[in-house]
């Protein structure tokens, strides 16, 4: 089969490798039909993931159709149309049990880390792609919704939701701030509504971005490069500050914005993937009475999402802006990486 390999920062080749197959009773194996690219995997092509090594095959978003199952799955079988999970967890250990497969217990890649896809394991830019834990892992797709919506509940939905909006704890009626309106942002600003936020203001300095935040939520958009960024995101919170504050970068800078936007007693929610240590001013921020979360995706609102999504009460279309054959994936990588020239926000490849 045809892969995405990582040979080391700044190099990735479309190649043959040997098929995906199971291994394991609890396996699947899946035909990709539809893949994506993330901001993470471009992290990793730089060299930012120092435990994704030379031969390894990228990828961790994907819609497909199972090819074989091991003896020991029951909830799915061959000729299933599936989302794959960016996450795989056992379901039976501790971290599975208490709703956290991000901290999956089991062997697979490594115990502790659920994020085994195109990191610690083969993942989901290929022909093929090796399931494991496939009954918790894979998750059938109703036949109205298209692959296009359907990769984007592998990752960034499940992500902006579980680690911007529900961490943040949104209430209903709260104002609330996303920092960065790249993919993850939008899916923040897309599903804060969910829990009755009053006003969601996107923050970015890309004046497309924040024209598609405008289409999936936002009431009010903000470019931080203006001098005065800050007074304007402050004239709309009221209250001395945003209630929730959602960091969708990754950077230190993007993040010390989060802390200084918030009100007293309110929530600092970190989604961005750090590169570099950020700093803390707790000189400041303990007498505030803030709290500041962080997260890996767990997946587990999936099906909830995949529910709101194929009812059409998900705006997500706007997602998708660039379209490649899955073999054409190195260019996609291309135009993904320069999305600041080329306006990409998911790039979907297909088969």
């Not at 040979?7 to 396996?27: M, Q, S």
């Not at 750090?274 to 099906?303: F, K, Y």
Request: negative net charge; aromatic residues 4%.
């Amino acid at each position: 089969m045809k892969a995405l390999v990582f040979h080391g920062p700044n190099t990735i080749a479309w190649e043959e490798v040997p098929d995906a197959r199971l291994l394991e009773p609890t396996d699947a194996v899946v035909r990709v039909d539809t893949t994506t690219i993330c901001g993470t995997d471009l992290h990793i092509l730089h060299g930012d993931v120092p435990a994704v090594t030379d031969g390894r095959v990228l990828g961790h978003e994907g819609v497909g159709t199972i090819v074989a199952v091991g003896d020991g799955v029951s909830s799915h079988a061959v000729g299933e149309r599936v989302i794959i999970s960016c996450i795989s967890g056992c379901g039976v250990c501790t971290y599975c049990r208490s709703q956290n497969p991000s901290h999956c217990l089991a062997p697979e890649g490594m115990s502790g880390i659920g994020w085994v896809l195109g990191h610690l394991i083969d993942g989901t830019q290929a022909e093929l792609v090796r399931v494991p834990f496939a009954d918790s892992s894979l998750h059938r797709l109703p036949p109205n919704v298209p692959d296009e919506l359907a990769v984007l509940l592998s990752d960034i939905l499940p992500t902006g939701f579980e680690i911007g909006v529900r961490y943040g704890q949104v209430q209903p009626g709260d104002t609330v701030a996303v920092v960065g309106a790249g993919p993850v942002g939008l899916a923040a600003i897309a599903t804060a509504g969910l829990y009755g936020a009053a006003q969601i203001i996107a923050i970015d300095t890309d004046g497309h971005r924040l024209d598609v935040a405008k289409r999936l939520g936002a009431t009010v958009t903000v470019d931080p490069s203006a001098p005065e960024w800050k007074a304007q995101v402050l004239a709309v919170a009221e209250e001395g500050g945003v209630d929730v504050a959602i960091e969708c970068v990754g950077i230190p800078q993007t993040f010390t914005m989060c802390t200084e936007l918030v009100r007293p007693g309110g929530h600092v929610a970190n989604v961005g993937v750090h590169g570099t240590p950020a700093e803390l001013a707790l000189q400041d921020l303990w007498i505030r009475n803030i709290t500041i979360t962080t997260g890996l995706v767990n997946t587990t609102t999936l099906p909830m999402l995949l529910r709101l999504v194929a009812a059409g009460k998900l705006p997500v279309q706007a997602f998708v802006t660039h379209r490649f054959d899955l073999a054409d994936i190195v260019s996609a990588y291309d135009t993904f990486g320069r999305a600041a020239q080329t306006q990409a926000l998911k790039v979907l490849l297909t088969r």
